[in-house]
């Protein structure tokens, strides 16, 4: 399925049906009267965060939403049907913002949270609305109001616990592949991943998600290589699993690399607890890993894991030291533990 993250969309809410004029008249029938009934209510639009998508692919293929209109008012007191709901099925993590980009109407960071984004306008009253001691056959009914439309942009920001970045070919997807179920694109060329990746990693009885990302170059953040857009995946994880590339020349040049990006990005990327990790340790000498290490560190100001994605060296280590700070930022272990025991049925 093709990933997309960004979408335009057109919406309008339904308008209210008109109010009706009518009176009874019948042949006999002594006491007659206004009689016309109410239009119905447009319909509203609304955007819910559903499960099962992760992407908006959806919204490239339709771009337009509109609700029905609320049905006219009608005689012998009959109210015009209400206009139906358009609803907008998005991925949870799904932002709506204003035609300008920038005014956040909408933030769906839970499942089933819902939202209405355009309201239906209201039906008109008919004439028996209208009807009072002293007007006993008002001629006048009102018209519904007409519906709301306008431009939104929804923008997906992934919602994973924990977030891989490192440069190209570090082994980022590696890793995912690893440790979760799911299959990236694996290759010794740079930009092998074009779009975030959410994987599913389960240790010691608990379970996260993590995000592999497009690598990052320097200037990223002026739009070298693939920019720094996809950094938006990883705004709301709890933790950053920096992985650097043992075989590359200077590990520590590679990680100051990668953090000057995250602090021009902002959002406080920089600011997020990080596991630094050397990858490739299957591919070094021991002397290198101690020099490469060595100069990590002194960047860092960490000491790094060493691993490799390969083998599997080391990976658990960084698994239960990523769980350690997502589990913090849920609460405690046991908090959690009892918060799901008091859950389940
Ligand atoms: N020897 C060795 N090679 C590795 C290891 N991890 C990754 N590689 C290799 O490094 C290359 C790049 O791996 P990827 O996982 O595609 O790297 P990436 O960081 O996802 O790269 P981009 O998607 O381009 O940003 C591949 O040829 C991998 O086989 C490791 O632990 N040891
Ligand atoms: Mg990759």
Redesign the pocket.
Known sequence: MKFLDEAKVYIRSGDGGNGCVSFRREKFIEFGGPNGGDGGKGGDVIVEAVDGLNTLIDYRYQQHFKAKNGGAGMGKDRAGANGGDALLKVPVGTQIYEEDGETLIADLAELGQRTVLARGGNGGFGNAYFKSSTNRAPRRANPGQPGEELTIRLRLKLIADAG?V????????????AVSAAK???????????TPQLGVVRIDGREFVLA?????IEGAHEGAGLGDRFLGHVERCRVLLH?I?G?GENAGDAYRTIRAELAAYGHDLAGKPEIVAL?????LSAEAIKQQTARLKRASKKTPLV?????GEGVPDVLRALLRVIEQARGTPAETAAAEAAWRP
């Open positions: 891989i490192g440069l190209p070919n570090a082994g980022k997807s590696t890793f995912l592949a990236p694109k694996i290759a010794d060329y740079p930009f092998t991943t074009l592999d990302i497009p690598g990052l992985l590339d075989t990858n490739k340790a299957d591919a691993i490799s994605a390969v083998s």
